[in-house]
């Protein structure tokens, strides 16, 4: 069937990475959204891609495979501050226009 | 310049009311939405406006739930009647030109609606 799926969770030690990784299955991509999400606060957004390949940001990269359906976040040198939800947001055509398709998250726990 | 803004930031109801829910887009911002959060199902569109026409109605959501935009700095989400899973974090959220050359979109803090 259609949709986002993500991990629940993920854990990880200060200082060094974490992958979160999304796999979808959509009918029509426009491009995938990555937002971090503290918990009792709204989504804020990280990064897009809609080109295949790795784009750098610096602490966060985001990776994307459209023939796989798939795509990665990668934190690098975690802080504690780093622990999150991290949800995956997919652009998909609707009836009418483009609409976004969630995952559900994946809550990172960094430990010290 | 002032971000998303909801209120009320909590709602309670009882079973079979009618709940208003208020957002406020960033101002020139051309697209707005409205999700339900849960724990279970996580972010789930119920509505999506573009330049005050709506575009995209989460179809599970349309008996009871209703959201209006009538002009671009106001819309509202009714919700009638109120049922307790109904229970969730409503989020509301606009960008400038989602739909076309911009991914970003910008999140208010929420209301958190109890239906008991």
């Known amino acids: 069937g259609q949709g986002v799926e993500q991990p629940d969770n993920l854990m990880s030690v200060e200082g060094t990475f974490a992958r979160v990784n999304c796999t979808y299955s959509?009918?029509?991509?426009?491009?995938l959204s990555w937002y971090q999400q503290r918990e009792g606060h709204a989504p804020v957004f990280l990064s897009y891609?809609?080109?295949?390949g790795l784009k750098d940001s610096g602490h966060f990269s985001t990776f994307l495979s459209r023939s796989n359906g798939y795509s990665y976040l990668l934190l690098t040198e975690l802080q504690i501050k780093d622990s999150a939800s991290y949800l995956c947001a997919v652009r998909d055509r609707g009836t009418n226009a483009y609409k976004v398709i969630f995952g559900k998250g994946t809550h990172l726990h960094v430990l010290p | 310049d002032a971000g998303v803004t909801q209120t009320p930031r909590h709602e309670v109801a009882e079973k079979g009311q009618t709940i208003i829910l208020k957002c406020e887009p960033v101002?020139?911002?051309?697209?707005l939405f409205w999700y339900r959060q849960t724990k279970i199902q996580g972010l789930e569109l119920l509505s999506y406006?573009?330049?005050?026409?709506?575009?995209?109605d989460g179809g599970a959501f349309k008996d009871r739930f209703k959201a209006e935009m009538l002009n671009s700095s106001f819309s509202t989400l009714k919700i009638q009647p109120t049922e307790p899973k109904d229970s969730a974090v409503y989020l509301c959220a606009s960008s400038p030109d989602w739909g076309y050359n911009y991914a970003e979109q910008f999140f208010g803090p929420g209301t958190r609606l109890t239906v008991l």
């Open positions: 891609v809609v080109l295949d």
């Open positions: 406006f573009r330049s005050k026409s709506l575009m995209e």
């Open positions: 959509t009918s029509g991509f426009n491009g």
């Open positions: 101002s020139g911002h051309n697209d």
